[in-house]
């Protein structure tokens, strides 16, 4: 009973003096360390916002104390620092993969695939996926730039299609043309 109380005891007096250790710098796979300084009383942990099928926010530093500014939630991410590992390591990613992206013509008033292709960023656990505008698309219904990630909510199934694999949205046109006349050659054979 008495090592109980001593263990308690300890634990409690460690939590009211003992600093946090955070991952601190550009490098998220660092070991943690513990908060000194100015961020020796800080309770909280800060990092770069992982955004799906973009990636680590730019300008963020892994850090001991809160989100700077206007940033948590946009661009920058908080969790609750202890003393012995860091809350705010980098999150576990996926292989990157590519998706071609579009870019609506106003002239000929539609897509045209870009030359280069995007490199999408996920997470582990994030399947792949990719985006593409269908014919009847025009630059108010789709509106990704980067054609990776599922289609919005709002233009999934009229205007957008995706799919599930590496560089998958490239088709699109040739699908489009050639599924009504390989049905009339199915037919005619």
Do not use: W
Request: aromatic share 6%; proline share 2%; hydrophobic share 30%.
């Amino acid at each position: 009973m008495n090592m109980r109380l001593l263990i308690v005891a300890a634990a409690l007096i460690c939590t009211a003096n003992c600093a946090i250790k955070c991952v601190q710098g550009t490098n998220g796979t660092a070991d943690a360390t513990e908060c000194t300084g100015e961020s020796a009383s800080a309770t909280m942990c800060s990092s770069p916002k992982f955004v799906e099928y973009t990636g680590l926010s730019t300008g963020v530093e892994y850090a001991c104390g809160t989100c700077a500014g206007e940033t948590k939630g946009s661009t920058c991410e908080e969790c609750t620092g202890n003393d012995s590992t860091g809350c705010n390591k980098a999150a576990d990613t996926g292989a990157d993969f590519k998706c071609h992206s579009y870019t609506y013509d106003t002239t000929s008033k539609a897509f045209t695939k870009d030359t280069a292709m995007k490199t999408c960023k996920r997470l582990k656990d994030t399947a792949i996926k990719c985006n593409m505008p269908k014919a009847s698309a025009d630059s108010t219904t789709y509106t990704s730039t980067s054609g990776c990630g599922p289609c919005s909510t709002k233009t999934s199934e009229t205007h957008c299609e995706a799919c599930t694999t590496d560089s998958c949205n490239s088709a699109i046109r040739v699908a489009v043309l050639f599924a009504p006349l390989l049905a009339v050659l199915v037919h005619l054979f």
